[in-house]
């Protein structure tokens, strides 16, 4: 068959990337274009990220990608980090830039909305973890703190069907982005329109619920003029969500995986063809998002890399040495099990001094708070591989599945300390796949929108043959073991 070559966009919460994907018919050989920042800009009102610098980005992609292979992509797909969205008005203008997760305006929305829907009942209809962060609540700010926004807009869409809109001219929302709203019905795929009317939201603004393999559109001729192209480009439905995209590219055949897409956050799930919405499930903060094959990845986000990030950004406003080789040398030259810390506290959540939020997190729960970048490090890290194990744990009471591996993709495959301890303290094989995953999963997904692979398990198969993988065995697991029991859970529980 003749090669494709295919524009994979992955957009994270701090920085975006294109990467082309070269398709032979068996497997996938991935290659940079561009990479770039994405950092939300502080106003006295809002966190706000930059919408069209974004799509300046993009542009920019496309023409460095026709620079490198000498001709327009076969198809083009975005992913993006979930819950954010934008709100067009009557004539199809952004109202407002779109507000980061972290924005405080969802503060204290979480009461209001069980007043007019009790919690329990809110998540047997959606499925969905209910956090600060979630389009849910953000909406319910807009709604309390800034009513005229709502009242002009007229169509809601997420990021990345944001960017589709602003090449293409298509309106929709892709199924594994909606399911983070957590304004879609559990068991279907249509918005949950019962939870949407009782909580005041304007139903109007909900656009259709799109999956692959539709196809979205092509490039607007403004677009093409501006590139200097003739040929018209699609751009295909994909896992919109980063994760969904990921989980496509797990590096397993398994039919349902254990799997870590550990990035800024840490989301740690089993796909399953079922979802799973106890009473326990929502107390334990799991969550029922829908795969990109409309499955659910039954899942828990956990704060990642976010703490290390975080801490490292102090540390080099205050001209200390904050590279990932040094910092790992510091981790090594310090004892295990010092502090431990409950690393989705709230106190952790917004940006602020994350050195001092642990050290004051420490200190209330009676221990010595760490001292050193090395400690600091080791108390991230261990707290992060003890909260995976709790997590392995209820995921697996939970849904009667008992994994044997845990695989982990994304960006912190290459964090190979903090795969070690994974696998001490869970007691699981770690297969490692690749740091690029997401725009992997994404291109699978392209490709089946293209009619290029004609099902999910030619695609499982396709990102076997393009993963390599490592693996991690545990060991000195009775020492974790130990931590967790004698400590862990004790602060988890305060």
Sequence with gaps: MKKKILLAYDLGASSGRGIAGEFDGRALKLRDVCRFDNIPARTPSHYFWNIFGLLQNVLNGLSEFRKQYGIPPDSIGFDTWGVDFSLLDRRGEILQAPVCYRDSRSLAMDFLCFSRIPQFELYGKTGIASQPFNTLYHLLGVQVREPWILDNARTLLLMPDTLNYLLTGSIGCELSNA??????????????????????????IFPTVYKIPDQRGVLL????????????????ATGTHDTASAVLALPTSEKSPLFLSSGTWS???????HPVAVREAMEQKLTNERAADGRYRVLRNIMGMWLVNECRRI???????????????EMKATRPFGALIDPDHESLFHR????????????????????????YMRCISESLALKYKHTVLNLSRLT?????SLNIIG???????????????????????????TAMGNLLGQLRSAGEIEGWEQAAQVAVQSSPVERFHP??????????????????AK
């Design 179 to 204: 399911s983070t709203t957590q304004l879609l019905q559990l068991n279907g795929e249509t918005w949950a329109w019962d939870v949407i009317g009782r909580l005041g939201l304007p139903g109007h």
């Design 221 to 236: 001729p403004g677009i093409r003029e501006e590139l200097g192209w003739i040929e018209k480009v699609p751009v295909n």
């Design 267 to 273: 989301l740690l799930g089993i796909v399953s063809d």
């Design 315 to 329: 540390w080099k406003a205050a001209g200390a040495r904050v590279d990932f080789e040094y910092l790992d040398a």
């Design 352 to 375: 602020g001094n994350m050195v001092e939020a642990i050290a004051a997190l420490c200190a209330a729960t009676g221990q010595r708070a760490p001292v050193t970048q090395g400690e």
């Design 400 to 404: 009667g599945i008992q994994p044997e």
């Design 411 to 437: 960006g912190g495959v290459n964090n190979r300390i903090l795969n070690q301890m994974t696998s001490d303290a869970t007691g699981l094989e770690i297969v490692c796949g690749s740091s690029e995953a």
């Design 475 to 492: 060991k000195a697991c009775d020492d974790w073991e130990a931590a967790y029991r004698d400590r862990f859970l004790a602060i988890l």
